[in-house]
């Protein structure tokens, strides 16, 4: 018994030719590129191809994520996305499919078998100043 490693398949298509009996007499495995499977017998073809997501991933302004856009992932397969700020800005938030996870720098989605989102967004740098004068002088503002 032949077995292979569980894969999601979508049907794209399949060929035969006019004088097919539709015996399947020595089934045969090719693959054609990573994501289509051609199953042959005797005459007739079916090409089956793995099943594929999106992740969408954008960012708001005065900052970036890596990849952005419409990424395709596998079924199965892992997406890394890198958020960082423009300088003098921080992440301020994160969302993925809608949920705040925070002011992360990195996101994995694993095992990937759905569609997804992620987000992100930035702030400004803020910085405190605490003035104080010395004994023979001032300063405007004082704390």
């Known amino acids: ?18 004088a097919s009996t539709g015996k399947v007499a020595g089934l045969e495995l090719s693959v054609a ?3 289509v499977i051609a199953l042959s017998a005797g005459d007739m073809e079916i090409f089956l191809d793995t099943e594929t997501y999106i992740i969408t991933a954008t960012a708001g302004p005065n900052g970036s994520i890596d990849p952005s856009g419409q990424v395709e992932v596998e079924h199965g397969d892992s997406q890394t996305f890198t958020i960082a700020p423009n300088t003098g800005y921080n992440i301020a938030n994160v969302w993925v499919d809608g949920t705040n996870i925070g002011a992360v720098e990195s996101y994995t989605f694993e095992n990937v078998t759905s569609n997804h989102t992620i987000s992100a967004a930035f702030s400004v740098k803020t910085y ?14 004082q704390d």
């Not at 018994?1 to 006019?18: G, N, Q, Y």
């Not at 405190?128 to 503002?141: H, K, R």
């Open 128 to 141: 405190s100043i605490n003035a104080g004068a010395g004994p023979n002088g001032t300063i405007q503002p």
């Open 33 to 35: 590129k990573a994501s």
């Open 1 to 18: 018994m032949l077995r292979f490693p569980l894969v999601i398949l979508t049907f794209c298509f399949w060929l035969a030719s006019p």
